[in-house]
């Protein structure tokens, strides 16, 4: 995935985009050139937070604002019987090849939607808010998300190896 600065100027939602596939790319980059078992090193106990646990993560956040909100698809989580978003964070188990293509293709699932939605201002129905949401705020709360976790990102990387870098 490459890394593209967003662009300086564009509409909202060529920006809203850019800002988004940025943060994707990040979380991509922080976990270059790392093997499986660096990749799962957890923060700190009892934590259970690692760069891998976090690509699985996203890919559930992704599968659920994108595909289920948005797109109004009755999918599973990836990783619980429970919906229980958390789980994805414990990649005790977990290999690098599984969770990047996990997350690759909800990746692009969200893509397509996106690109298939009329305007920023398409809503869809959020049960746990009881409210409608737009595409808009979904895509900021996505960045937002991504931003979140990149910053602790940055922390396990460092952890790992040293590597540090915006």
């Given at each position: 995935m490459e890394r593209t600065?967003?662009?300086?100027t564009g509409n909202e939602r060529e920006t809203l985009r850019a800002f988004l596939d940025y943060h994707r790319a990040t979380l991509a980059w922080k976990c270059e050139g790392l093997g499986d078992e660096e990749l799962r090193r957890a923060s700190m106990p009892p934590s259970?937070?690692?760069l891998l646990g976090l690509v699985r993560h996203m890919a559930e956040v992704e599968r659920h604002w994108f595909r289920r909100i948005l797109g109004g698809e009755d999918v599973a989580h990836l990783w619980s019987d429970t919906h229980d978003f958390q789980a994805a964070y414990d990649a005790t188990g977990a290999t690098r090849e599984e969770a990047f293509a996990a997350w690759?293709?909800?990746?692009?699932?969200?893509?397509?939607?996106?690109?298939?939605?009329?305007?920023?201002d398409v809503t869809a129905h959020v049960p746990s808010c009881k409210e409608d949401a737009s595409?808009?705020?979904?895509?900021?709360?996505?960045?937002?998300?991504?931003?979140?976790?990149?910053?602790?990102?940055?922390?396990?990387r460092e952890a790992v190896d040293g590597a540090t870098g915006a």
């Open positions: 600065p967003p662009p300086l259970t937070l690692s690759r293709a909800e990746v692009e699932h969200s893509r397509r939607i996106e690109a298939a939605a009329a305007s920023l595409m808009r705020l979904i895509m900021l709360h996505m960045i937002h998300e991504y931003a979140r976790h990149n910053g602790h990102a940055d922390f396990l």
